[in-house]
Nanobody
């Protein structure tokens, strides 16, 4: 059974940083992508970025390239979302997801089959 567990969320002041982790288990795909998303109640889920295994192709949407970075450790089956210069409007539930993937990854939520429960990030002024 594929499982994903996010961690690292919390309260952060404006301008602060957080590193979220996404730990995978039960993945047997030879190629897979891990996408990062965020969800605010009442709004559509936003795709932030993704990373591919085993080639480590990485993608961050233009809106967040200057503040967010996706990295990964294939051996540990863990993916990280580094978020810098956080703002109150970054307050959201942050989720990771995975699916078998061939070629460059993109963070489109309907392409991912397995999801974590999320970790809450709250930006304070």
């Amino acid at each position: 059974e594929v499982q994903l567990v996010e961690s690292g969320g919390g309260l952060v002041q404006t301008g602060g940083s957080l590193r979220l982790s996404c730990s995978l288990s039960g993945v047997t795909f030879d190629e897979y992508a891990v996408g990062w998303f965020r969800q605010v109640p009442g709004k559509e889920r936003e795709g932030l970025g993704c990373i591919k295994s085993p080639d480590n192709f990485r993608y961050i949407k233009d809106s967040w390239k200057d503040r967010f970075t996706v990295t990964g450790n294939n051996a540990k089956k863990t993916t990280y979302l580094q978020m810098d210069n956080l703002k109150p409007e970054d307050t959201a539930e942050y989720l990771c997801a995975t699916s078998w993937w061939s070629g460059p990854c993109i963070p489109l939520s309907h392409r991912y089959n397995y999801w974590g429960q999320g970790t809450r990030v709250t930006g304070t002024s």
